[in-house]
């Protein structure tokens, strides 16, 4: 029962969710008080046992007076009736309102007894009389005029909230108006969560110095999901693959919890663990979904709890959760889905499946020129934490579907009600100054990856704008012909449009005081020195290669050749930086790399050159907002930024 | 300076929002653990500070291989590999792995010296051999399959995410990825709340036995609606208009909080008061708006705080809140405005305006049969604290605007970002059955305005369905012509299509065993009884009005007549149970009721009659999914319903 193959006997998603749907996660109601109630479910229906208001009221400042001692006033002929007493919010009227008579009252105030109407005290004046105070009335009120009648708001008896309603401002201001400061609640569900894996260490403290530890994810990821969901999440200590500690660890959270979530473990061992315990202390319910990611999700029982197992790579954690789990802990809550859930899009680009099982494909989401919402896959393999960061969330692909066509309509389930569209999207090279000056937008997304792709997804329209790289100034029209593809592109004008350009300081970055005495190029080629190059994507990369072919010229040798004699010329890191912690780790004696970045990690630097960056926005978004907001924060703070690093300028 | 004249001169609310924007409210950035970061917005760009993950690893279950001796490798012709060791997730490889060597290997755990890729486990097995034990790899990799390089993820020196991003369940996971527990957030602006007003009383004190004091709602309502726009509400004691208290409280508050807001009071008095602190103790920006609701509006600003005085009826102290006061303490908290806050709509009804001030106007929400908003105005008098439920937000009204057109487009600002339009709305008679019922559905609105008024909204197609009565048995056909026009019109085909209907029986509600021995109309007319009545628009009053006419016929004298001999007659209170309150009270000797009241609340009943409950539906929303599940629980609740009940019958 326990062994591997099981999991290739995959339950369709429709029987995952009723196996969850089997589960109850409710808790008990309880009773909060009505300053904790904002976002809580009433448990049961509300009836008013009072009259609000409880007596009849002046809804203005003015006169009580009886309506009919008023008919034919006007400005003109205004009407002066005696002022016989006065009657103040929150008192009893010690005073009666006779014919003929007013009193002075204030809004809020107890209409006083044969007082029908109230006389704003804009169409008044005092009047100083022989007999005493009169009161000048030059308008004429209808009986009823001005005055709340007790119970017009809600009289006792009246049903005033339904069991269910969620407890927004306006039921708070309702339930206070009827004096109640206890609210009956649905309970919240509790949702005990454990991390599985030997390799998990608690952020905040140190990872060992030996390599294989990663910090834990899952567990801070899903606590946050669980609350957008409308559970109080529970984390507990991370569960190894021994069985006796993860028995203990899930009896003692099914104890204490509505619901137990692990995750964390993408290894087989581990789930076999858990599934040995959940066969021998509770009930299985089901054991793998056909759907990609989550395949290994666990769904079952023990005496006091449910139990839902999620994948262990972190993307796929929180989409199985917020596709099968945060629909149960809401039901539980008796919450709704949030408005906010899902996004309706269409996609930028098409994309095709090869697979017949279900999909939820990670997905980003830009809005074009219009405000429409476009939505593009977003893969970095499922172990990426950053594509949390990089998608907004899932769109499910059917698994009959086998291409999705651009500007095809579908619907995104976000990864958090409050995740919205970046104001502004680009795709391209990694730079420390493009890097601060995004500081100075309002929600961003910038996906550093290269100036190639960046250049390759401003043409696929799907970015605002891109990040590229070239010559630092204009080649000759000679040079301008010849075959450096990427910066040919740069350049051409169907690419975008140049929003703004700069010049960067490159070369190799070496240790302090440059103890191997590196001068150039030349020093890669001809001496044993260990090198890291960047990624085939990067701008700077190119921009070594065209210096390394210009080398070769020189020497009257073939490009490949010295590429050949680079000791970790193939050897590529991902970021701008990368390159330059290795080599003040001591694993590299040069890297590609900026001046900037050398100054500030306080290594050497061997200046080999200039190259400009160009910020190329998409020609149909020169329009849209979040575009206007980058053309104006580079108008206003790229000097500023420029001058903050050393080897860069306009 | 101080007198009320100068609130005549009202400022524009443009100027309104831009004082307001001129108040300083942000609070200091702070720290939290990760484990309370959710909601909360990055007070600074983060950095990646490593690698994520810190080292290559093995992104499947398998084994670490050189990728070429796997080359030319697949079902038909496997390679066998040397199995030389294992390598766990979360421990440093003791092993490397030579030409023609593997080493088993769990997700997760770092790749071995000398490997550069994984083949996945379903894709070997073990082999014994005499020389140890082997694995057949049954397909071919490439470098890198199935690993995933150190920073990959994420890369030291990388820009994580940017200062003013919102942290949700996602970004929440990578700081995770970067092992950062404790995260630098920008602070939530403290907002101290001080109703004024001697008549308040907080929610469960008991109220005075004296007429007068009501309970505090605005200090509830705001609080939540604080807490809505990223606050962090304060609440103070009440102040009533004395002028040293008002004084003390006002500057506790402004010393402990970013923003002070008083509410509550109405009357002109308290306003002075403040008005007069402020100027000696502080600076006032502006006082009085031209926007309705909002006309006493106060912006100033203290030595430590901001001050905004809000208009004293609930409806309107929200409504300025939203209006005016939640941007400002979103803008200093960092956060967004929600995606829901506001929701276009179209005019269910026209609506004409006089006035040529700016209108905050009070709107319903109703979704009609294709799914799209409906907005029609709710206009109880800004003092109602129930219009605030039966209203979903507020439409601005330019003040040149003087009609908004049936089918108009307009956009509606929700009360709160969860509000959402009712499942189901229903208008007309108020009865314990239907409220009953009304229980088993999701986010019904009833508003129980009388079967007169339900059947005139459902005529103008406004709400789902209506509620009127009628005879409880048709009456013969020269009868159903007569003149009781509400009644016929309930019977008229086109107002709606009948969905159920039940019976109820109606009298005169008594006090207990009946101590005027009460035995019908009659002793109403002829003995001098206090009675209670209901409102015109109640069915019930109609059913009563037709058994005087019938009793008058019968005495041959006129209707007119014998309603005149009636005491309190034309005494109409609002709810269907009030008149047997006023019984109960001891301030009426017989009202008009159902017997289900009477027996609710343990009183004497005369019964009169049986009237018919008719539950009518508007044609158009016949597929309505809210009205289906009415329908639904029409069908399986409204039986028990009655069983629960007296004096009523299917």
Request: proline share 7%; glycine share 10%; charged share 30%.
């Amino acid at each position: 029962m326990t062994d591997r193959k099981e999991f290739r006997d995959l339950a369709e998603p429709e029987r995952a969710h009723e196996a969850i749907a089997s589960l109850d996660l409710s808790p008990e109601p309880e009773s909060v008080a009505l300053t904790e109630a904002r976002g809580r479910v009433l448990a049961e229906r509300f009836d008013a046992e009072r009259d609000v208001p409880g007596f009849d009221r002046a809804s203005m400042d003015g006169f009580a007076v009886k309506a009919r001692d008023t008919f034919g006033a006007d400005e003109a002929d205004p009407t002066v009736l005696d002022l016989v007493g006065e009657v103040h919010a929150g008192t009893e009227p010690d005073v009666e309102v006779g014919e003929g008579e007013a009193v002075e009252i204030s809004t809020g105030a107890v209409m006083p007894p044969g007082a029908d109407a109230v006389v704003m005290v804009e169409r008044t004046d005092y009047v100083d009389r022989d007999d005493g105070t009169g009161v000048e009335i030059r308008t004429a009120v209808a009986p009823g005029d001005h005055t709340m009648l007790a119970g017009a708001d809600i009289a006792a008896g009246q049903r005033a909230l339904g069991p269910g309603t969620r407890l927004t401002a306006r039921e708070i201001g309702l339930l206070s108006a009827l004096g109640v400061d206890e609210v009956p609640v649905r309970g919240t569900p509790r949702v005990g969560i454990i991390s599985t894996g030997d390799e998990l260490v608690r952020p905040g403290n140190p990872l060992s110095d030996e390599a294989g530890q990663i910090y834990d994810v899952n567990s801070y990821t899903i606590a946050a999901a669980v609350e957008e969901a409308g559970g109080d999440p529970v984390l507990y200590p991370h569960a190894g693959d021994d069985y006796e500690e993860m028995e203990r660890l899930l009896l003692e959270a099914s104890e204490e919890c509505d619901l137990v979530l692990s995750s964390g473990s993408t290894s087989a061992s581990a789930v076999d663990v858990i599934y040995r315990v959940i066969e021998s202390r509770g009930e299985l319910l089901l054991h793998g979904v056909a759907v990609k990611p989550g395949k290994p999700m666990l769904i079952g029982r023990f005496p006091d709890s449910a139990y839902v197992g999620l994948p262990g790579y972190p993307v796929s954690a929180l989409t199985i959760f917020r596709a099968f789990v945060a629909p149960a802990i809401r039901e539980a809550a008796g919450l709704p889905a949030p408005a906010t859930a899902t996004v309706d899009a269409r996609m930028a680009t098409e994309e095709r499946y090869g697979e017949g099982r279900m999909r939820l494909m990670p997905t980003g989401l830009v809005e074009d020129e219009h405000g429409r919402t476009l939505a593009y896959p977003v893969d970095k393999g499922s172990g990426a934490t950053t594509s949390l960061v990089e998608a907004d969330g899932v769109v499910t692909v059917h698994p009959d579907t086998a291409y999705l066509a651009e500007g095809e309509e579908v619907s995104v389930r976000l990864f958090s009600p409050d995740v919205r569209p970046p104001s502004v999207l680009g795709v391209g090279e990694d730079d420390p100054a493009l890097s601060r000056l995004l500081d100075s937008l309002d929600s961003p997304r910038y996906l550093p990856f290269g100036s190639r792709e960046g250049l390759r997804r401003l043409r696929n329209g799907v970015p605002d704008f891109a990040v590229a790289t070239g010559e630092a100034e204009p080649r000759s029209d000679e040079r301008a012909s010849g075959d450096a593809a990427s910066d040919a592109e740069s350049r051409s004008p169907s690419t975008g449009t140049e929003l703004a350009s700069y010049v960067r300081e490159w070369g190799l970055i070496v240790p302090p005081d440059n103890p191997d005495d590196i001068e150039g190029l030349a020093d890669l080629v001809d001496r044993d020195l260990r090198f890291i190059n960047r990624g085939t994507n990067s701008g700077l990369r190119t921009t070594l290669g065209n210096a390394v072919a210009d080398l070769a010229e020189e020497r009257e040798t073939t490009r490949h050749e010295l590429v050949e004699s680079i000791t970790g010329f193939e050897l590529t890191v991902k970021a701008h930086e990368s390159p330059a912690r290795k080599v003040a780790a001591g694993t590299a004696d040069a890297g590609l790399g900026l001046r900037s970045t050398a100054d500030e990690l306080d290594l050497g630097f061997v200046p080999l050159g200039e190259e400009r960056v160009r910020i190329l926005v998409n020609p149909n978004r020169e329009e849209k907002a979040g575009v206007e907001e980058l053309a104006a924060a580079l108008d206003s703070t790229l000097v500023g930024v420029l001058e903050g690093l050393s080897g860069v300028r306009p």
